[in-house]
């Protein structure tokens, strides 16, 4: 039974990269409209700051890196407020609003797919390795990363609108203060993509500073078992590390015959603890678990 969680699309990163190359002639045919009546300064500073966003996107989407999928999770979704932000400036005609919100709808929606995660970060990839996501905490998703995200899109593009609009006092004001604010926001969100368990020949290695100061290698001949964690598991054993933080949805556990060294992240001085068992939680589960198979990693 596999274990996936959410929409399941083959290969959810191509169908984004059509759409996206496509949005201009929706999203950004509306917002070009709505401000057709608009003073020169505005119309040519929107349409170069639209463009700018969009080969950024456009470009980030095809190199396959982590810090390309944070530009693509940070400003694809942004479409969804600006088309709801022009339609509040000038009205839009419901046909086109419709057309606009839809495809706005559908790039945000692939752009945060599990599965487009995994591809982006498996262009780092090189040799017989296979990456995949580690799910948010639950601690950061309904509450601080809403909000850090609202703070670096804001931060990004509420001081040029400004400019754009001849407000040069708040726009300066609002750049000074917002782009180092963007700045810190959209770095805390980019940790969020280089969370990842990685395949590799001799094992499996878990990479989560937010969890631990270092990735640490779990090596083929010590794993012992691979599989959904126990409903009865104690993870409050000394022998039990937990990077799984809360996050919602399934949750893996590895056992191993022997111990490793892990250094949990604390506020205080880090000690170095032996485990045996391992939780954590992937964005694709179900995935994780057919590549360990595949690797003959777990019988």
Not at 44 to 61: A, D, E, H, N, Y
Not at 160 to 176: E, H, K, Q, S, Y
Not at 199 to 207: A, D, K, M
Request: hydrophobic share 50%; glycine share 8%; aromatic share 8%.
């Amino acid at each position: 039974m596999s274990h996936d969680c959410g929409v399941k699309i083959k290969n959810p990163l191509a169908i984004f990269i059509v759409l996206w190359a496509a949005v201009p002639f929706s999203v950004g045919a509306v917002i070009d409209s709505a401000f057709a009546d608009s003073t020169d300064q505005l119309k040519t500073s929107l349409s170069i700051g639209v463009w700018i966003l969009w080969g950024l996107v456009l470009g980030s989407s095809i190199i396959r890196r982590p810090w390309g999928l944070t530009t693509v999770r940070v400003f694809a979704p942004t479409t969804v407020p600006a088309i709801v932000a022009t339609h509040w400036y000038v009205t839009i005609p419901n046909g086109n609003l419709a057309v606009a919100l839809t495809h706005a709808g559908l790039v945000s929606l692939l752009a945060l797919l599990p599965e487009t995660g995994n591809l982006m970060v498996d262009g780092l990839n090189y040799g017989d390795e296979k990456r995949f996501l580690l799910r948010v905490p639950s601690a950061v998703l309904v509450g601080p990363l809403p909000l850090v995200w609202s703070i670096g899109v804001f931060g990004t593009f509420a001081g040029p609108i400004l400019f754009a609009t001849n407000r040069w006092v708040f726009g300066l004001v609002l750049t000074v203060v917002g782009w180092p604010l963007a700045a810190f926001s959209i770095r805390s969100m980019h940790q969020l993509a280089r969370r990842w368990l990685v395949f590799v020949p001799n094992g499996l290695v878990i990479h989560d500073y937010l969890a631990t100061r270092e990735p640490f290698l779990l090596r083929r001949q010590d794993i012992s078992s691979l599989g959904p964690a126990a409903a009865d598991v104690n993870i409050d054993s000394e022998r039990l590390i937990d990077v799984s933080q809360l996050a919602l949805g399934p949750v893996l556990q590895v056992a191993l015959r022997g111990d490793v060294e892990v250094v949990p992240r604390s506020r205080g001085i880090s000690e170095v603890k032996r485990v045996e068992q391992i939780l954590f939680a992937p964005t694709r589960p179900g995935a994780v678990l057919r590549e360990a198979h595949r690797r003959n990693l777990v019988r």
